[in-house]
C-alpha cells in the first residue's frame, strides 16, 4: 500500500469523483483508476462504488477514508520534521478572494513561491465562499466576518470599512445619518444579509433594501459611483473615489465594524508548515495576528 494511493483514494472520495480528483492532483483518469484499484485489491475490498455520476463511499470506504486522511496528515508532519528549515515541498492550494486577491495578497504568494522552490502554489481567485474539504484547498484567505462553521481560522489584520455613496445620490435621495435613516435608502449589496452598524460599542443589525446585488465587492464600488445607492466596502477598494470625490462618507457616527483578514483551513490536530509560514508571512504584511479559533468572528 503506497501513500500515493491513500492520498489518491482520499481526493477521489472528497471531490465525488476520478475525474474531479484527477484535475486536483494533476494527474490523468488512468493514473487514479490504477491507484484505486491496487489499493482495494491490498485491501481485499471495494471502497468506491462507481456510477456513471461519478464515484460514492461504500459503508466501507466511508470508515477507511478518516483512517486514509489521517495517516496522509501524519505523513506530511512527519516530512515537515526532517526538511531543513524554511524548506517547503509539494503543493499548496489557496482560494483567495477575486476582489483583494490580486491586488492584495498575490505579492505575498509570490514571495512564499520564490523563496521555496520546490513548493507548487495554485490559487483561486473568487468572491464565493468556497468548500476547501469539498473542492480540495488546504486553506483560504478571506476578508469581511466569518460566518459560523467547523473551519478553523487565524486573523492576520484588520481592515476597515466605511458607508459611501455617491454625490449624484445624496443630491437627489440624501444623506443617511442613522441607521433607521438607511432602512429607507437604496443599498448595493452581494445579497439578502443583514448589515452590522456601530452604535457606539453596540452593533445594531438592520436589514437593507436595494435592487443592485453583485457578489463582487470591485462590483459593488462601481455600481455605488453609478449612483445607484449606500455602500458598505472595505476602505483598500475605495481609496482613490474617496480622494477624487466621486464617493463620499455617509453616517460615519454609526460606522461599520472593523473587518479582518483571516487564514481559514480544514479543522485538524496540527496545521501543515506551509499554512504556518503562510499565515506568518501575512501576518508580517497585514498587522496584527489573532489567536487560533474557530471561524466565528
Same mark, same amino acid.
Given at each position: 500500500?503506497?501513500?500515493?494511493?491513500?492520498?489518491?483514494?482520499?481526493?477521489?472520495?472528497?471531490?465525488?469523483?476520478?475525474?474531479?480528483? $484527477?484535475?486536483?492532483?494533476?494527474?490523468?483518469?488512468? %493514473?487514479?483508476?490504477?491507484?484505486?484499484?491496487?489499493?482495494?485489491?491490498?485491501?481485499?475490498?471495494?471502497?468506491? *462504488?462507481?456510477?456513471?455520476?461519478?464515484?460514492?463511499?461504500?459503508?466501507?470506504?466511508?470508515? @477507511?477514508?478518516?483512517? #486514509?486522511?489521517?495517516?496522509?496528515?501524519?505523513?506530511?508532519?512527519?516530512?515537515?520534521? %526532517?526538511?531543513?528549515?524554511?524548506?517547503?515541498?509539494?503543493?499548496?492550494?489557496?482560494?483567495? /478572494?477575486?476582489?483583494?486577491?490580486?491586488?492584495? @495578497?498575490?505579492?505575498?504568494?509570490?514571495?512564499?513561491?520564490?523563496?521555496?522552490?520546490?513548493?507548487?502554489?495554485?490559487?483561486?481567485?473568487?468572491?464565493? &465562499?468556497?468548500?476547501?474539504?469539498?473542492?480540495? &484547498?488546504?486553506?483560504?484567505?478571506?476578508?469581511?466576518? +466569518?460566518?459560523?462553521?467547523?473551519?478553523?481560522?487565524?486573523?492576520?489584520? !484588520?481592515?476597515? #470599512?466605511?458607508?459611501?455613496?455617491? /454625490?449624484?445620490?445624496?443630491?437627489?435621495?440624501? *444623506? /443617511?445619518?442613522?441607521?433607521?435613516?438607511?432602512?429607507?435608502?437604496?443599498?448595493?449589496?452581494?445579497?439578502?444579509?443583514?448589515?452590522?452598524?456601530?452604535?457606539?460599542?453596540?452593533?445594531?443589525?438592520?436589514?437593507?433594501?436595494?435592487? &443592485?446585488?453583485?457578489?463582487?465587492?470591485?462590483?459593488?464600488?462601481?455600481?455605488?459611483?453609478?449612483?445607484?445607492?449606500?455602500?458598505?466596502?472595505?476602505?483598500?477598494?475605495?481609496?482613490?473615489?474617496?480622494?477624487?470625490? $466621486?464617493?463620499? !462618507?455617509?453616517?460615519?457616527?454609526?460606522? !461599520?465594524?472593523?473587518?479582518?483578514?483571516?487564514? %481559514?483551513?480544514? /479543522?485538524?490536530?496540527? !496545521?501543515?508548515?506551509?499554512?504556518?509560514?503562510?499565515?506568518?508571512? +501575512?501576518?508580517?504584511?497585514?498587522?496584527?495576528?489573532?489567536?487560533?479559533?474557530?471561524?466565528?468572528?
Amino acid at each position: 500500500m503506497e501513500i500515493e494511493e491513500l492520498r489518491t483514494f482520499v481526493e477521489v472520495a472528497d471531490a465525488g469523483g476520478i475525474t474531479q480528483a $484527477a484535475l486536483r492532483l494533476g494527474v490523468s483518469k488512468s %493514473i487514479v483508476s490504477r491507484r484505486l484499484a491496487r489499493l482495494e485489491e491490498d485491501l481485499g475490498i471495494q471502497l468506491l *462504488a462507481r456510477t456513471t455520476r461519478g464515484a460514492g463511499l461504500t459503508e466501507a470506504g466511508l470508515t @477507511f477514508r478518516d483512517h #486514509a486522511a489521517k495517516a496522509c496528515a501524519e505523513i506530511d508532519i512527519a516530512k515537515e520534521t %526532517i526538511l531543513p528549515a524554511g524548506e517547503l515541498r509539494g503543493r499548496l492550494r489557496i482560494a483567495a /478572494p477575486l476582489s483583494f486577491g490580486p491586488t492584495h @495578497f498575490t505579492s505575498v504568494l509570490a514571495d512564499l513561491a520564490k523563496r521555496n522552490p520546490e513548493l507548487h502554489v495554485q490559487i483561486s481567485y473568487t468572491d464565493r &465562499f468556497v468548500d476547501l474539504i469539498a473542492e480540495g &484547498f488546504d486553506c483560504a484567505i478571506r476578508v469581511g466576518r +466569518l460566518p459560523d462553521s467547523n473551519l478553523l481560522s487565524r486573523r492576520v489584520g !484588520p481592515m476597515c #470599512a466605511k458607508w459611501v455613496a455617491s /454625490p449624484e445620490y445624496i443630491e437627489k435621495y440624501g *444623506a /443617511p445619518e442613522t441607521p433607521d435613516e438607511l432602512i429607507t435608502h437604496q443599498a448595493v449589496m452581494q445579497g439578502n444579509e443583514s448589515w452590522p452598524v456601530m452604535d457606539g460599542d453596540r452593533v445594531v443589525m438592520i436589514k437593507p433594501q436595494g435592487r &443592485f446585488k453583485a457578489d463582487n465587492g470591485v462590483a459593488l464600488v462601481a455600481a455605488a459611483v453609478a449612483g445607484m445607492g449606500i455602500a458598505g466596502v472595505p476602505e483598500d477598494l475605495i481609496t482613490s473615489h474617496l480622494a477624487s470625490g $466621486a464617493l463620499v !462618507p455617509v453616517m460615519t457616527r454609526y460606522p !461599520p465594524p472593523e473587518l479582518g483578514i483571516y487564514v %481559514i483551513r480544514p /479543522p485538524g490536530h496540527y !496545521p501543515a508548515r506551509k499554512i504556518r509560514v503562510l499565515t506568518e508571512m +501575512l501576518i508580517e504584511c497585514f498587522g496584527r495576528a489573532g489567536d487560533l479559533t474557530d471561524s466565528s468572528p
